[in-house]
């Protein structure tokens, strides 16, 4: 299901080049050429709760990997069908592009799929920052990220230009204590509960598939010491991510998010660049 789900969206994008309305012939001419999307995940959290898995513990980074894999390959094999049904993107070069460091992390049915075709889209995979649009879903996790809390409170400018609160509850949480009746279970984490090494092993695990970047905040306490802090972007850097975006609570930015329970936790997240 989702090996199909991944194709038909890659379909839906591709379309998308055909009716946008850009502003300028430039810009327009500049996005065709590459035709680059950027499909990615959200509600990765919310899935992993319900399959009984602590997020950043071994199992839910093989799960993840496996889910980003599915997605990416099936990415892949539908821009090449679609490359041999309305043909490559303009500055496709077959030779140069299979060089890529990515494209050779590809099956090899994928890298012949593309000597023969082409492909469509330059680029097929991201992972975006999706804490508001997540909202549309029932309040699914967002992006890649752990569950932001099992009950919290979201703050949201309103047409007046004024700031109104609202509750919400995380969908897993809510559908788990719906099923179950039950307090939520010990691998239930929150992003605060979750140690920042294992916010980059997960970025990592699905940075394997994602040809583009991934937005993630790291969390970390307000404590965290200064020598830790630094290694974190050391350790970014060794595991090839794209981007790392750490998040400390203080007292000066304000929270969007939160905590219900008499303690303010605040979450940031920033979009990694796809270039």
Same mark, same amino acid.
């Given at each position: ?17 055909e009716?946008?309305?850009? +502003? ?12 680059r ?59 140069? =592009? ?8 590809? +099956? ?13 889209n ?23 990220e752990?569950?932001f809390?099992a ?7 309103n ?11 995380? =969908?897993?949480?809510?559908l ?39 937005a993630?905040?790291v ?13 974190? =972007?050391?350790?970014a ?7 790392c ?16 329970q ?14």
């Amino acid at each position: 299901a989702l090996r199909e789900a991944a194709g038909i969206a890659v379909r839906m994008l591709d379309n998308v080049y055909e009716i946008s309305l850009f +502003p300028l012939l430039r810009e327009a001419e500049t996005a065709r050429s590459s035709r680059r999307i950027g499909l990615g995940i959200t509600g990765l959290a919310d899935a992993l709760l319900m399959l009984g898995q602590r997020y950043g513990a071994a199992p839910a980074l093989k799960t993840a990997a496996l889910l980003m894999e599915t997605v990416c390959h099936a990415a892949y094999r539908a821009s090449i069908a679609l490359a041999q049904e309305k043909g490559p993107f303009p500055l496709f070069c077959s030779d140069l =592009y299979l060089q890529g460091a990515f494209i050779r992390t590809l +099956p090899q049915d994928i890298q012949q799929g593309i000597a023969r075709y082409g492909i469509r889209n330059s680029h097929l995979t991201a992972i975006a920052p999706t804490g508001t649009i997540s909202l549309l879903a029932n309040n699914v996790s967002s992006g890649l990220e752990p569950i932001f809390a099992a009950r919290y409170q979201r703050r949201i400018r309103n047409l007046q230009g004024g700031i109104e609160t609202f509750d919400v509850e995380d =969908y897993a949480c809510r559908l788990y204590r719906e099923q179950y009746g039950t307090a939520l279970p010990p691998f239930f984490v929150q992003a605060t509960d979750v140690a920042p090494e294992n916010h980059l092993a997960m970025q990592a695990v699905l940075q394997a598939y994602v040809d583009s970047a991934i937005a993630k905040t790291v969390n970390v306490p307000a404590d965290y010491p200064f020598e830790s802090f630094s290694r974190l =972007y050391e350790t970014a850097y060794a595991k090839a991510l794209k981007g790392c975006t750490a998040f400390r609570p203080n007292p000066i930015t304000g929270e969007v998010l939160l905590g219900t329970q008499g303690t303010h936790r605040e979450c940031c997240t920033l979009a990694g660049s796809a270039d």
